[in-house]
């Protein structure tokens, strides 16, 4: 089994590296500019992680406790992911009139 697992993830590490190549950052010869100027949106005052954390704590403790608390913790973990999700949404763009 141990096999089996070491198998699958050097298979798609060999899959992933054949579809993406190299980077920037493994020619010895780069330069900073040579990178992706766009690594995505980066939001530091965000405290969303906070409540997901701590509604995915309760999850793992309701586990080993009770049913109703992983329950809570579910619906709370919901609610949580959805505020951070949606958290720079403003709702639908209104036509100028």
Avoid: C, K, Q
């Avoid at 920037?24 to 409540?51: K, M, Q, R």
């Avoid at 403790?61 to 609610?79: E, K, N, P, Q, S």
């Amino acid at each position: 089994l141990t096999g089996f697992l070491a198998a699958l993830t050097s298979f798609y590490i060999l899959f992933a590296y054949r579809r993406v190549g190299n980077g920037p950052e493994d020619i010895e010869t780069a330069e900073i500019s040579d990178a992706d100027a766009d690594y995505g949106f980066y939001s530091p005052g965000s405290w969303w992680p906070l409540p997901v954390a701590f509604s995915a704590a309760v999850v793992a403790l309701g586990m080993i406790y009770a049913v109703w608390l992983v329950l809570l913790g579910v619906v709370a973990l919901l609610i949580s992911l959805g505020g951070w999700t949606l958290e720079y949404y403003r709702g639908p763009r209104l036509p100028e009139a």
